[in-house]
C-alpha cells in the first residue's frame, strides 16, 4: 500500500499547498533565494511546475527526520551560498495564506529593533486555556487546571535570525538530551538570545485538519490571490 501524500503537496486553489507560502516568499523584493527543504526520497517536487515562481528558488533534497533536523541540514546545505550575518526567515510549508505585506513588517521590525535577537511572527492568546491532566489526550480528557493567558503568544512563521546564529542555537541543542525544540526561536531562546514577537495576522493559520484547506481557500479567494 502507498503512503499517504505528503500535507505539502495536498492540493489547495488548483496548486500543492506549498505552492502559495513560496510564492508570497518569491514576492517579497528583500529576499534574494528562496530555499525548499525537501526529504531526499521527495518524488513529488518534480511533478509539479514552479516556473512561475522565478528563479529565485532552489530545492534543497536535505530534509530530516524533525523540523529541527531539516532546517539544520538547510542551513548546512546553503553555508557556501550565505554570510553568518545574513538573515534566515524559516517558514512552515504548512502555512499557505502568508503575505507579503506580513513578511515586510517583520524584516523592517526586526532589522530595525532587534537586529541581534532575530524575531518571529506571532499572536497573543485570545482563548482561555486548559491543561489535560496526565495524559489526557482527545475527546473526553478531563481539566487539570486552566493557564493563565496573559504574556502568552501563538508562535507562526517565518521566523527570521541571522545564519550564523540560528545555526550554532540548533548545533548546541541537537547536543542535548531533551527536546526543547519546537520552533526556531526555542533555539535560540535555548542560547541565551531574545526574540521578538512581532504581530501577525490570525489569516496566516496553520493547516492542521481537513477544515483548514478549506478556510484556507476562503482566506486566499478573499484577498483576491485565487479565482
Same mark, same amino acid.
Given at each position: 500500500?502507498?503512503s &499517504?501524500?505528503p500535507k505539502?503537496y495536498?492540493?489547495?486553489?488548483?496548486?500543492?499547498?506549498?505552492w502559495?507560502?513560496?510564492?508570497?516568499?518569491?514576492?517579497?523584493a528583500r529576499?534574494s533565494?528562496?530555499?525548499?527543504?525537501?526529504s531526499?526520497?521527495?518524488?513529488?517536487w518534480?511533478?509539479h511546475?514552479w516556473?512561475a515562481?522565478? @528563479?529565485?528558488l532552489q530545492p534543497?533534497?536535505?530534509?530530516?527526520?524533525?523540523r529541527?533536523?531539516?532546517?539544520?541540514n538547510?542551513?548546512?546545505?546553503?553555508?557556501?551560498q550565505?554570510?553568518?550575518?545574513? /538573515?534566515i526567515?524559516?517558514h512552515? %510549508? &504548512?502555512r @499557505?495564506c502568508?503575505?507579503v &505585506?506580513?513578511?515586510d513588517?517583520?524584516?523592517?521590525?526586526?532589522c530595525?529593533?532587534? @537586529?541581534?535577537?532575530?524575531?518571529?511572527l506571532?499572536?497573543?492568546? %485570545?482563548?482561555t486555556?486548559k491543561?489535560?491532566?496526565?495524559?489526557?489526550?482527545?475527546e473526553?480528557?478531563?481539566?487539570?487546571?486552566?493557564?493563565?493567558?496573559?504574556g502568552? /503568544?501563538?508562535?507562526q512563521? @517565518?521566523?527570521?535570525?541571522r545564519?550564523?546564529?540560528?545555526?550554532?542555537?540548533?548545533l548546541?541543542?541537537?547536543?542535548?538530551?531533551?527536546n526543547i525544540?519546537t520552533?526556531?526561536?526555542?533555539?535560540?531562546?535555548?542560547?541565551?538570545?531574545?526574540?521578538?514577537?512581532?504581530m &501577525?495576522?490570525p489569516?496566516?493559520?496553520?493547516?492542521?485538519y481537513p477544515?483548514?484547506?478549506?478556510?484556507?481557500? /476562503?482566506?486566499?479567494?478573499?484577498r483576491?490571490?485565487?479565482?
Amino acid at each position: 500500500m502507498g503512503s &499517504a501524500q505528503p500535507k505539502q503537496y495536498l492540493p489547495l486553489a488548483g496548486q500543492p499547498l506549498i505552492w502559495h507560502g513560496l510564492r508570497t516568499l518569491c514576492e517579497v523584493a528583500r529576499i534574494s533565494r528562496v530555499f525548499v527543504v525537501l526529504s531526499p526520497q521527495d518524488d513529488d517536487w518534480a511533478r509539479h511546475d514552479w516556473s512561475a515562481l522565478g @528563479p529565485r528558488l532552489q530545492p534543497l533534497f536535505c530534509g530530516g527526520a524533525t523540523r529541527a533536523d531539516s532546517v539544520l541540514n538547510g542551513l548546512r546545505a546553503v553555508a557556501n551560498q550565505v554570510h553568518a550575518a545574513d /538573515w534566515i526567515l524559516v517558514h512552515d %510549508a &504548512a502555512r @499557505p495564506c502568508l503575505t507579503v &505585506a506580513q513578511v515586510d513588517e517583520l524584516i523592517d521590525t526586526v532589522c530595525q529593533a532587534s @537586529p541581534a535577537d532575530g524575531g518571529l511572527l506571532a499572536l497573543p492568546v %485570545a482563548d482561555t486555556l486548559k491543561r489535560a491532566e496526565a495524559g489526557g489526550h482527545g475527546e473526553g480528557a478531563r481539566i487539570a487546571e486552566t493557564v493563565p493567558r496573559a504574556g502568552l /503568544w501563538q508562535a507562526q512563521t @517565518p521566523q527570521m535570525f541571522r545564519h550564523g546564529d540560528l545555526l550554532r542555537a540548533l548545533l548546541a541543542c541537537q547536543q542535548r538530551s531533551e527536546n526543547i525544540v519546537t520552533d526556531e526561536a526555542s533555539a535560540m531562546e535555548a542560547l541565551g538570545f531574545r526574540p521578538r514577537l512581532v504581530m &501577525a495576522d490570525p489569516g496566516n493559520l496553520k493547516v492542521t485538519y481537513p477544515a483548514d484547506q478549506r478556510l484556507a481557500e /476562503w482566506i486566499l479567494q478573499q484577498r483576491g490571490a485565487i479565482k
